[in-house]
């Protein structure tokens, strides 16, 4: 059993700032990636954001040089820095992580997701 605990989004002006956390624990050998996911209103659910084992980060294009993700390994943590908020950055937010457990298996897990909505 793998547990994803998020925390850190509500309500956020545009133009300023969020910082959304994801707690993972449970049965879980080695994290290979950890991620942000969003749905907005009446959209389907679009990739914000990921971070490889080894630190590297990519981000969707909509969000470049104002979200950072980034995590803390000790505590199998995962962030995601929101700056400029944008009224379009409203949704959703989903953490995953892709890991590898005690059996060997390779595994995904998701979050509950966590609301953030932003006002113009």
């Known amino acids: 059993q793998v547990q994803l605990v998020e925390s850190g989004g509500g309500l956020g002006q545009a133009g300023g700032s969020l910082r959304l956390s994801c707690a993972a624990s449970g049965s879980i050998f080695r994290i290979n990636a950890m991620g942000w996911y969003r749905q907005a209103p009446g959209k389907q659910r679009e990739w914000v954001a990921a971070i490889s084992s080894g630190g590297s980060t990519n981000h969707v294009d909509s969000v470049k040089g104002r979200f950072t993700i980034s995590r803390d390994n000790a505590k199998n943590t995962v962030y995601l820095q929101m700056n400029s908020l944008k009224p379009e950055d409203t949704g959703v937010y989903y953490c995953?992580?892709?890991?590898?457990?005690?059996?060997?298996?390779?595994?995904?897990?998701w979050g509950q997701g966590t609301q953030v909505t932003v006002s113009s």
């Open positions: 995953y992580l892709d890991f590898v457990d005690y059996s060997g298996r390779y595994e995904s897990s």
